[in-house]
């Protein structure tokens, strides 16, 4: 699927989603902001729920924050989605933050309205990801990866057993782990859905 209009990137997502029984997001706990944190508890940077669905040819990547977007701060917040492909476990994990079991080989780091990339950290490469595959409706944020841009490593695994972790980002401050507001799921990866 090559980049989208933004309504039928959300109307697909929101068919996809109530049309399986199997894509039932991951909830997070409200007001769960990890320790290590130093931002404002933004309710834009608190995980609600989340999905990653995959569609036989991309991903789309789902999930609700516990206030609207952007309307928390002067400084956006940015939305990291790990996901391990089969080979995070050797790649990066976050176990400087007791957190060992949130792997990754790549990320997916969207900043509505702003530069947003597919970061292959196995394959060692950055693409930028057009502003049509990104949706922000009210709390909720949709966006369309695909295939392509994440492929499996070799001795990975296939795309349907991809797992996955959001970590939104305050970025009032340079790049580094006391950016990171909340996991969701709070110390592991979630399962990709499949629905084709």
Same mark, same amino acid.
């Given at each position: 699927m090559p980049a989208v209009n933004k309504l039928t990137l959300f109307a697909l997502a929101c068919i996809l989603f109530a049309g399986s029984a199997s894509a039932q997001p991951i909830h997070d706990p409200v007001g769960d902001f990890i320790p290590s944190y130093v931002g404002p508890p933004n309710p834009d @940077?608190?995980?609600?729920? !989340?999905?990653?669905?995959f569609t036989g040819n991309g991903f789309l990547f789902q999930a609700t924050m516990d206030g609207d977007?952007?309307?928390? =701060?002067?400084?956006? !917040? &940015?939305?990291?989605?790990? #996901?391990?492909? !089969?080979? /995070? +476990?050797?790649?990066?994990? %976050? +176990?400087q933050? /007791? @957190?060992?079991?949130?792997? %990754? $080989?790549?990320? #997916?780091?969207? &900043?509505? /309205? $702003?530069? =947003?990339?597919?970061?292959?950290? %196995? %394959?060692?490469?950055?693409?930028?990801?057009? +502003?049509?595959?990104?949706?922000? @409706?009210?709390r909720t944020i949709t966006v369309w990866v695909p295939l392509s841009l994440l492929p499996s490593p070799p001795s990975g695994v296939p795309p349907g057993e991809y797992t996955w972790n959001l970590w939104p980002r305050w970025d009032g401050i340079p790049m580094s782990d006391e950016q990171i507001s909340d996991f969701a799921p709070d110390d592991h990866n979630a399962s990709v859905v499949v629905v084709r």
């Open positions: @940077l608190d995980v609600v729920n !989340g999905v990653v669905i977007i952007g309307d928390y =701060s002067e400084t956006l !917040g &940015r939305y990291v989605w790990g #996901v391990d492909r !089969g080979r /995070g +476990a050797e790649t990066a994990n %976050f +176990a933050l /007791g @957190l060992p079991n949130i792997i %990754f $080989d790549c990320v #997916v780091a969207v &900043r509505p /309205g $702003d530069n =947003s990339v597919v970061n292959d950290i %196995f %394959f060692d490469r950055v693409t930028p990801l057009p +502003a049509e595959n990104i949706v922000v @409706l009210d």
